[in-house]
Nanobody
């Protein structure tokens, strides 16, 4: 399975972006999907997760109420809507997939290449 993330860019604080992650798998609906991020000098952190059906979600406390994860299984795509962005959201954002039904897998089956989000103050 190949994951291709896109949609990053440079925005000002308070603005929005939508990230997309296109999966090559015909069995896209068999994967729990995740968005993670890694800021310069910091560890990678899980931002959001979405169950296979799209009915269950997880959000890190730092993004609750601002970010929304969704998926379109017909388009093999998972999205991350980023609203009210803050400078501390600046990071490389990665999408990932797991065949497990968990919001915190020990490891992920597949990774995308990352897309950079830069938020200026």
């Amino acid at each position: 399975v190949q994951l291709q993330a896109s949609g990053g860019g440079l925005v000002q604080a308070g603005e929005s972006l939508r990230l997309s992650c296109l999966a090559s798998a015909r069995t896209f609906g068999s994967y729990t999907m995740y968005w993670l991020r890694q800021a310069p000098g910091k560890e990678r952190e899980l931002v959001a997760a979405l169950s296979k059906s799209g009915g269950g979600t997880y959000y890190a406390d730092s993004v609750k109420g601002r970010f929304t994860i969704s998926r379109d299984n017909d388009k093999n795509t998972v999205y991350l809507q980023l609203n009210n962005l803050k400078p501390e959201d600046t990071a490389v954002y990665y999408c990932a997939a797991s065949s497990l039904n968990t919001y915190s897998p020990r490891q992920y089956d597949y990774w995308g290449q990352g897309t950079l989000v830069t938020v200026s103050s």
